[in-house]
């Protein structure tokens, strides 16, 4: 899982650029709400796989223990990138699910401008480079404990 998650946010995050530039510049709403939404629910279900099999099946720290930059004992700059890629991810996680119920409830279906747009733009904008920084922290902290040699 731990290489299929780092494979994906190549496909994660230039798609959510891509649906935030088609409601932007092209005001493509109902296809910027159904990217949205695929997206969430793509990235809900492999969340809650990778963290089934680091939790029961996958020893990450034995598979990191090759790797120069980890030490299986006391603080090491693996778990360093660790404590930021997850000061990143779980954040983003709660902003991305309060941007995409909040867009549910307040805006029309079709979507449209509304009162909630304001709000709903900064919540995307937040939530969109807390994904950025989700994945590079991501990719940093997986070269770091698997990759490096």
């Not at 867009?103 to 509304?114: G, I, M, N, Y």
Request: charged share 15%; net charge positive.
């Amino acid at each position: 899982m731990l290489d299929v998650v780092f494979v994906a946010m190549f496909a994660v995050v230039p798609v959510l650029i891509y649906s935030v530039l088609l409601v932007k510049n092209r005001r493509k709403y109902l296809t910027h709400k159904r990217l949205q939404i695929a997206l969430g629910s793509i990235l809900v279900v492999a969340v809650a796989a990778f963290e089934v099999d680091m939790r029961f099946f996958t020893d990450w720290r034995q598979r990191a223990v090759a790797s120069p930059y980890y030490r299986s004992e006391g603080w090491s700059p693996v778990m360093t990138s660790l404590v930021i890629h997850l000061s990143f991810a779980i954040p983003t996680l709660a902003i991305w699910i309060w941007t995409i119920v909040g867009a549910l409830r307040r805006f029309e279906s079709p979507p449209q401008p509304c009162r909630h747009s304001p709000a709903h733009r900064k919540l995307g904008w937040a939530a969109t480079l807390g994904m950025i920084g989700t994945a590079v922290t991501g990719w940093v902290f997986y070269w770091m404990a698997f990759v490096a040699a």
